[in-house]
């Protein structure tokens, strides 16, 4: 049976093997699935015992994604410019590098909450990996207007500088905000989820009339950051386990050749809703 498995530190509390199991039952694939805790220090080593164990492939989370993008002699076009890969799958004699979360984001936005982008105006908060993983294919969808704002602003101008000829994008202060309004605030960035959310580094009230608050991360209760956001009128909030779902598919056509069903498996991990 083939061996697959996400691979990060912390890891106990990924939802990916319940994802990829629910699909490998959907589409008949004998495929196993498990969490794979790799040492801070110990990625390489760790993928490398995995393989030679028969693993075929892996979803790497944080703190890993660029390790893994370095250690791979085949990448997409999507890693190559995100610089960062989620996806690994083993081509025989080395690893193939792929991202698909930009394009699990951009699906659960327009398939699964029927988000608008083309002629929209987003704020991106963050400017590392997630924020990088993301912004090809939201620009992809002609938006507006993107900006990116973070604590650092050299590091979200240099995201800015490098993603210009994709579409209007550009590096603003919190200052430089004000009164600035928009129909979509993704937050890609850690703040938050240890409860603390310093609200002097982000705009007050960004929202536009029926603004959404996405957060790349998912949560079974609300966010600290989507928590701040209803406080900031923003009128709808999602968080990122549609994306997980998503860029899971996505990581499985790349696997396996074949796309899954993604509703029934969102409906399985929080129904109801």
């Not at 960062?84 to 590098?97: E, P």
């Not at 580094?201 to 956001?229: C, I, K, N, S």
């Not at 999602?238 to 779902?245: C, E, K, N, P, Q």
């Not at 899954?260 to 399985?268: I, L, Y």
């Amino acid at each position: 049976m083939d061996r697959y498995a996400v691979i990060g530190n912390p890891v106990a509390h990924s939802k990916s093997p319940l994802i990829h199991e629910a699909f490998a039952r959907a589409t008949g694939q004998r495929m196993s699935y498990e969490r794979l805790l790799a040492p801070r220090d110990g990625f390489v080593a760790t993928v490398e015992r995995f393989v030679a164990e028969g693993g075929r492939g892996l979803n790497v989370t944080v703190p890993f994604k660029l390790e893994a993008y370095a250690l791979a002699k085949e990448k997409s076009s999507r890693a190559d410019e995100a610089q960062a890969c989620n996806t690994l799958a083993w081509r025989g004699d080395h690893w193939y590098a792929d991202n698909t979360d930009g394009v699990g984001l951009m699906r659960d936005l327009t398939h699964n909450l029927h988000e608008p982008l083309a002629g929209r105006d987003v704020l991106v908060l963050g400017a590392g990996g997630a924020a990088r993983g993301v912004m090809g294919p939201l620009l992809a969808k002609t938006p507006r207007s993107v900006v990116v704002l973070n604590r650092t602003e050299r590091r979200a101008a240099e995201l800015a500088a490098a993603f210009m000829q994709h579409g209007p994008v550009t590096a603003l202060s919190a200052a430089q905000l004000n009164g600035r309004r928009f129909h979509l605030v993704i937050n890609a960035t850690s703040i938050g989820i240890n409860g603390d959310v310093p609200e002097s580094l982000w705009p007050r009230r960004p929202f536009a009339p029926g603004g959404l608050a996405y957060d790349l991360v998912y949560a079974d209760v609300p966010t600290p950051f989507l928590r701040w956001a209803s406080k900031q009128s923003a009128e709808r909030m999602a968080d990122g386990l549609g994306m997980l779902i998503e860029q899971a598919a996505e990581s499985f056509v790349v696997w396996r050749g074949v796309r899954p069903e993604t509703q029934p498996v969102f409906a399985m991990l929080r129904p109801g809703s």
